[in-house]
């Protein structure tokens, strides 16, 4: 196995995993996610779907790969027989449709870097309108989107290398900083209280199972969890890592980010006496107001830091979803790397174009008349994000409660953590692994897509 390359060190390990899982998904998504479904109450029901349900889902996944060392195809295969490979090669199937769209916010991401650093985008008048406009021009978007697909593809042809290890190092601990330096700034606006209290003080009254769902479904995208990129990054890490101190570090890493964009955004929005219910525009409408407030020079430099933080956050997650198409063409179908990559970025570059054309520029892909009159990137997004990646997860959990069995788990997990076995946390995770996701991801699983597509409320 040691031509598949690996993870020189453990927080080589740790730093990509965490890489993957903090992104897009924490800073754009997350804030405008708890905007929408009632603030605070929101932000609670993540962190208990984070720590009861991912953070075992997480050791599973990691565990899988390791034992197996192969792609999440193979690794289901080797480890379940040929039945269950398809859910590996479903997992690859939604890695390829999530990369599609998560492609063109980056290219946002991208275009807002550059506007704010060399153009006069926070000289515009009405951010909310300029946005609106902005996602609807083609040509920024393709030229943004394409190159963010380049950049991506030029990192995973390199393999596993210690180039976006050490890239990883050096850019999360810099994001970190510049986010806590704008928290202090934006604390000082006025009515930031406000902000405050929405993102902290649950109000009981607005929960409801959408926004157990929306929770639910936003924890798995924001930990990279249910379609096999931690099964991937798995398979290249040793056996004396202990797996359980690994995935903690990366949940509170991700749960971190997330939880400082809420406390960035929400004193933004309220001082600006914006709503908090923007949607998708919620991170590219409030911030610019502020860099803008900041004066000329200083709101170019922290503007255009963050807008270009936001890429390579989302750089390293485009790696990752990247990588789990390419492993598996690489491992299983002894394809050569750089030939499958380019293919890969191309093909996947192409699926995106209607969730690119969506945003405005298109009317037959922005407004779906089957979907609601929503636009073909949330379909992208809400089918195979929200609703595959906990069917992804329930699938694993059983996968693992009832093939490859909970002993086997226990035996992985302990190589790297010798008190693992009969431990109190090993009960804990098997309870969950065996009945409490199976049973509760089926459900919601179940009920979303009565509700979503036909309309039908059965809890
Ligand atoms: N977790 C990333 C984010 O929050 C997105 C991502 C990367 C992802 N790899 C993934 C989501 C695999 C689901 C599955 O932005």
Redesign the pocket.
């Known amino acids: 196995m040691a031509n598949r390359g690996g993870f020189s060190s453990r927080i080589g390990f740790i730093m990509a995993a965490a890489g993957?899982?903090?992104?897009?998904?924490?800073i754009w998504k997350f804030p405008y996610e708890v905007g929408e479904n009632g603030g605070a109450v929101f932000l609670l029901v993540y962190l208990i779907c984070t720590v009861v349900i991912c953070f075992p889902i997480m050791i599973g996944e990691i565990a899988i790969g390791r034992k197996a060392q192969k792609d999440a195809y193979g690794s289901y295969k080797s480890l379940g027989g040929r039945r269950w490979g398809l859910l590996g090669l479903f997992g690859i199937l939604c890695?390829v449709m999530?990369l599609s769209f998560?492609n063109v916010v980056a290219g946002w991401a991208f275009g807002y870097f550059l506007e704010i650093s060399f153009g006069d985008l926070l000289n515009t008048a009405d951010f909310k309108l300029f946005f609106g406009e902005y996602v609807g021009m083609i040509w920024d978007n393709l030229f943004f989107s394409v190159c963010f697909m380049i950049i991506t593809a030029f990192i995973v042809v390199k393999g596993v290398s210690g180039g976006i290890e050490r890239a990883s190092k050096i850019l999360m601990p810099m994001l970190f900083a510049i986010l806590v330096g704008l928290i202090i700034y934006s604390l000082t606006l006025d009515n930031a209280m406000e902000g405050i209290k929405f993102y902290l003080l649950p109000d009981f009254s607005k929960l409801n199972l959408e926004t157990i769902y929306s929770a639910l479904g936003q924890a798995f995208?924001?930990?990279?969890?249910?379609?096999g990129?931690l099964i991937t990054y798995g398979s290249y890490i040793d056996k004396k890592q202990n797996i359980i101190t690994s995935a903690a570090m990366i949940s509170v890493m991700d749960v971190s980010v997330a939880f400082l964009a809420g406390l960035l955004i929400f004193p933004l929005v309220f001082s600006q006496g914006q709503a908090p219910t923007e949607g998708p525009g919620l991170v590219f409408v409030a911030l610019p107001g502020v860099f803008n407030s900041m004066g000329p020079i200083i709101g170019k430099v922290v503007g255009g830091g963050f807008f270009l933080l936001l890429c390579f956050a989302a750089l390293t997650?485009t790696i990752?979803?990247l990588e789990v198409p390419v492993a598996y063409l690489v491992d299983t179908k002894k394809l050569p790397r750089k030939a499958v990559v380019w293919l890969l970025a191309t093909l996947i570059f192409v699926v995106g174009l209607p969730s690119m054309l969506s945003q405005g520029a298109v009317d037959m892909f922005s407004s779906m008349s089957f979907y609601g009159g929503k636009s073909f990137l949330d379909f992208v997004s809400e089918v195979f994000?929200d609703i595959s990646?906990p069917l992804g997860g329930c699938l694993m959990s059983i996968f693992i409660a009832y093939r490859w069995k909970t002993q086997s788990l226990s035996e992985e997990i302990s190589s790297g953590n010798e008190n693992y076995k009969g431990s109190f946390l090993e009960k804990v995770i098997n309870l969950v692994i065996m009945y409490i996701a199976p049973i509760l991801l089926g459900l919601i699983f179940i009920n979303t897509v009565f509700s979503k597509f036909f309309g039908i409320e059965i809890i």
């Open positions: 993957s899982a903090v992104g897009l998904g924490n890695g999530i998560y995208f924001s930990l990279s969890l249910g379609m990129a997650s990752s979803l994000s990646l």
